[in-house]
Nanobody, 121 residues
Framework: VQLQASGGGLVQAGGSLRLSCAAS????????VGWFRQAPGKEREFVAA???????YYADSVEGRFTISRDNARNTVDLRLNNLKPEDTAVYYC????????????????WGQGTQVTVSS
């Protein structure tokens, strides 16, 4: 089962976007949901993650600017991106995992197609 990421777009530096990740309840139940991003020519990197019970952790590069949240009733996990910078430009992916606290891509699965975020300077 793949997750569906949406909400990307083109925004100026300093702007905001809200990304959303959707999947079936079966996919999300009891799982950690993580957001990752991949810029051209770079490896996929961790952005933020949230557990089923609401535990949250962020990459240092986005701490204080991005906010992750989840709605278990709607089976969605959102990522609010504030104060965007050109270096935030990437394809953003969501995925599920079981190891709370992990930032490794190999600990997550059910990758969707991603959504493009482009930040102009």
């Amino acid at each position: 089962v793949q997750l569906q990421a949406s909400g990307g777009g083109l925004v100026q530096a300093g702007g905001s976007l809200r990304l959303s990740c959707a999947a079936s309840r079966r996919t999300f139940s009891w799982s950690v949901v993580g957001w990752f991003r991949q810029a051209p020519g770079k490896e996929r990197e961790f952005v933020a993650a949230i557990s089923w019970s609401g535990g949250i952790y962020y990459a240092d590069s986005v701490e204080g600017r991005f906010t992750i949240s989840r709605d278990n009733a709607r089976n969605t996990v959102d990522l609010r991106l504030n104060n965007l910078k050109p270096e935030d430009t990437a394809v953003y992916y969501c995925a599920t995992g079981l190891n709370y606290g992990s930032q490794r891509t190999q600990d997550f699965g059910s990758w969707g197609q991603g959504t493009q975020v482009t930040v102009s300077s």
